[in-house]
């Protein structure tokens, strides 16, 4: 516990505070709907105070911020065994011979997955700050568990938040790739997302977390080229699309899609999903 607070000493932001912002992040990111301080703050000024909390993620100790991660993914596990939240398109226990979503907060709170995908049989099992370490370590309860057809991977961004070198969030996902290899005979597909360079990276995050991004993606792609194994790989690149640099498709902390940012996300994905789920059929 003392390095956490020590943490929140360097953050220079007064522990109830940094509560508030917290919980009220928290919020903003499941309801897709603005709180009170930030609508007070503005766009600008609510950017800049949530650099300065993510700022303080990379001086917490990796044990005591995963133990809240770890919760997180038990939590979406069960939620999935259970057909409770909104995690499934069909409001069930998560269905095998499915599409289903794996790595952080851009698809944890895409709350109308289901329409933005329809008619596709979808099961969300992303959970926010998930790394790519994270993901592979829930493997089993996450992926596994439900026999996919296709999968859609997404992280890597939390890796950089946490100040990990590119190379970690690539390797992560050929382990990724490697785990579905070895344990998911059903599935035929996996499609890695570009991690975007979102408003919030650059003009807050900066040219070395722009460059970090750049390098995570490039990477990734090559990893896809160079696949040989059973499973198909596919690129689908999020920054080349143009409504990508729009701040009118992001919340407030311009980091993470808003309603229509992930409307716009489930067109790009609804084609080259429902190609790649026909194929396997």
Wanted: charged letters at 20%.
């Amino acid at each position: 516990m003392l390095p956490v607070l020590l943490a929140l000493a360097v953050a220079s932001l007064p522990l109830l505070g940094l509560v508030l912002v917290l919980r009220g992040y928290s919020r903003t990111l499941e309801t897709a709907r603005h709180v009170w301080w930030m609508r007070r703050l503005g766009r600008e000024r609510t950017a800049r105070l949530i650099a300065r909390v993510l700022d303080l993620l990379q001086h917490v100790p990796p044990g005591a911020r995963d133990k809240g991660l770890h919760r997180a993914a038990a939590a979406k596990a069960e939620a999935l065994r259970t057909g409770h939240g909104l995690y499934l398109s069909t409001g069930e226990p998560a269905p095998e011979d499915a599409v289903i979503l794996v790595g952080s907060s851009t698809f944890t709170y895409w709350n109308r997955f289901a329409e933005d995908l329809a008619p596709l049989p979808v099961v969300n099992a992303a959970f926010g700050g998930s790394t790519t370490a994270l993901v592979n370590e829930h493997f089993a309860a996450l992926v596994e568990e439900h026999a996919p057809r296709v999968i859609v991977y997404f992280a890597g961004t939390n890796d950089i938040t946490f100040g990990c070198p590119p190379q970690v969030a690539v390797d992560g996902f050929a382990e990724f790739v490697r785990l579905a290899e070895e344990r998911l005979p059903e599935t035929a597909a996996i499609v890695y997302l570009g991690v975007n360079t979102t408003p919030f990276t650059r003009r807050v995050g900066g040219a070395a977390r722009v460059a970090a991004v750049r390098a995570v993606n490039d990477g990734a792609r090559q990893r896809v080229a160079r696949h040989r194994g059973r499973i198909r790989l596919a690129y689908v690149d999020l920054d080349a699309q143009a409504w990508s640099d729009d701040r009118e498709n992001y919340l407030w902390d311009d980091h993470h899609l808003s309603e229509a940012g992930h409307a716009r996300l489930g067109d790009l994905l609804r084609p080259v999903l429902t190609d790649l789920y026909g194929r396997a059929s």
